[in-house]
């Protein structure tokens, strides 16, 4: 897995200054040489009859749920195994939609969640030019 790596505050901001892109290439860099990184995708579920048990606000967006209470289950691992051949075609026209989901899987009433669901499909007509937009699956 790719670990975690980040940089110190001052350090990250007279980067910026300096390369806005700096973290773009290194990831493409990195994609180039081989070095491809991994992530994982892990959930913490909690059954609805459960959702009043815990002594905090589950939708509350400021507070994390402590993994020793609703533990992590790993689900899925995403490998970065290229780099994009038309990057207008695979990135720019990409669209990413927390609507679209897998069956059994449901949101909970988290405002920002819903505000979410709402206006990407919004945002992403405006942006892709809706209807003209090729379909990228059949």
Known sequence: MAGKASLVWDESQKLT??????????LWGAIEAGDFPEYELGLQ???EEDEFKFDFDLLDPTKLIPEELVPVQRV???VLNRNPDNFFAENEQAAFHPGHIVPGIDYTNDPLLQ????T????????LRGAKL????D
Do not use: C, V
Not at 17 to 26: E, I, L
Not at 120 to 127: A, E, G, L, N, V
């Open 17 to 26: 200054g300096r390369d806005p892109d700096f973290h773009r290439r290194d």
């Open 45 to 47: 579920l909690i059954a």
């Open 76 to 78: 899925g691992k995403m």
């Open 115 to 118: 505000g979410r669901l709402f």
């Open 120 to 127: 990407y499909t919004d945002t992403q007509i405006s942006r």
């Open 134 to 137: 090729p379909r990228n699956s």
